[in-house]
């Protein structure tokens, strides 16, 4: 697959780069959803289309390929700074309950489309595998003061993500069936040990 | 997908029932690789088959439908009872340490294709769901003195499957490029924490 350019909004005047920005944001909505559902292989840019309610040629003005249209879709910024606190216990707190909170807020958030559609696109794994390694675990590691600090930061992120996982994509009963404050107050004392070690 | 029986081995004599149960063993081997690959949708008999280098009619004769083929293919025990120790902290290292080898063992244990494909696959994620509810977790639970047992149970395993997916099937930077004793001693009392609560 060749990464064309992504051409710039089609839009001329103001109204209708409001228009193109709406349109924008419908593709990329149902592209979340398909790219969900079926994962980045068998999703098709007609498929998303549909879904999106236009025409095959707009999704292509707008994004190029399918490649382009799902880097979009799954971009997400993981507010792990936001989340670093006075202690280690209130920085895995936060780091816990803003994880669920954001799945809880959109099972198709980027970040759970992207996790999915890791599992069975090298594409995909690949851009989770960047997103990670270069943004979340670098700044989180800056908050742990111990001994391997970047792994320590990694495993969390890991730990996480399979509780998440099991909560949302899974629906794991148990973890599923629990409420948030429930699963951050069980969950926060593992974290904690993890980025502030008792020796 | 209606569920068709099994048919016995259609060996008669001692010789052909060791031929059966070889040929039965390279069907569900080359099973676990596509699955692996293509997920539980986009797998065929016929693509089995011929990773196998067996008729098409063979896997037929042998397994029915894809859904048993499948099944019998991701089938597997977890070891948790023999995983409980003296302390919780034996207890957390064993199951770290036994999930991280089984995993090293092999890129396709039952247990990694079942993973990748529930993320793709309603079946598969059934099958997981039961797996877990129903075994993985009461048996672990029947080991940790603490409120909540049942689901401090379950969020180990979600932990646990959350560092060994990052590892083994998304190959993330950090978790994958360190050896397992030092993941172990650093899961260790994270798990510990959770199975084992100080107050």
Not at 93 to 105: S, T, V, Y
Not at 124 to 151: F, G, K, Q, V
């Amino acid at each position: 697959m060749t990464s064309e350019p992504v051409p710039e909004s089609p839009a001329t005047s103001e109204g209708g780069e409001r228009k193109g920005q709406r349109t924008r944001r419908r593709i990329l909505d149902a592209a979340r959803g398909v790219f969900a559902n079926l994962g980045y292989e068998r999703a098709t840019i007609r498929g998303i289309a549909a879904a999106a309610g236009v025409d095959k040629s707009s999704v292509i003005q707008y994004f190029g390929t399918k490649q382009n249209l799902f880097r979009e879709a799954v971009h997400w910024t993981i507010p792990v700074a936001d989340a670093i606190g006075d202690t280690p216990e209130q920085t895995a707190e936060n780091l816990a309950r803003g994880m669920l909170a954001a799945w809880a807020a959109d099972p198709n958030s980027p970040m759970a489309v992207l996790l999915r559609a890791s599992m069975t696109s090298e594409d995909a794994a690949e851009i989770l595998r960047n997103h990670i390694t270069s943004s979340a675990t670098p700044t989180l590691a800056t908050a742990i003061d111990a001994p391997d600090a970047r792994l320590r930061a990694a495993l969390l992120g890991a730990m996480l993500m399979g509780v998440a996982s099991q909560r949302y994509l899974l629906q794991m009963p148990d973890v599923a069936d629990v409420d948030i404050d429930k699963l951050v107050r069980l969950i926060t004392p593992a974290l904690q040990a993890l980025i502030s070690p008792a020796e």
